[in-house]
């Protein structure tokens, strides 16, 4: 059982960075692939980013093409958290944002276990 809260959402300014969190319960959280989607109102979730859990080779990340460059997502397994730059903000990047987690590297819905309860990004024009 894993459980996650979402920290960091709030109103900017396109152009402006923010920078999500998602703290984990849990001792197995190391060995999760932990993701984020967002979804803004009358729209469907979508895949963000993630990262795998970490090897002694390091740890893998996908990104969608939406927010490549501009977002960067990293984990600190000491800490039990995720975290999720983001960057030049655009108004199409207002939505509410999830963190969950995983048993894969994967970037649809229905391979995401576990999930926050989201936090709102607001981009203003």
């Known amino acids: 059982q894993v459980q996650l809260v979402e920290s960091g959402g709030g109103l900017v300014q396109a152009g402006d960075s923010l920078r999500l969190s998602c703290a984990a319960s849990?001792?197995?959280?190391?060995?999760?692939?932990m993701g984020w989607f967002r979804q803004a109102p009358g729209k469907e979730r979508e895949f963000v980013a993630a990262v795998a859990a970490i090897t002694s080779s390091g740890s893998s990340t996908r990104y969608a093409d939406s927010v490549k460059g501009r977002f960067t997502i990293s984990r600190d397994n000491a800490k039990n958290t995720v975290y999720l730059q983001m960057n030049s903000l655009k108004p199409d990047d207002t939505a509410a944002y999830f963190c969950?987690?995983?048993?894969?590297?994967?970037?649809?819905?229905?391979?995401?276990?576990?999930w926050g309860q989201g936090t709102q990004v607001t981009v203003s024009s």
């Open positions: 969950a987690a995983s048993v894969i590297l994967a970037a649809t819905v229905y391979e995401y276990r576990y």
């Open positions: 849990g001792r197995t959280f190391s060995s999760y692939t």
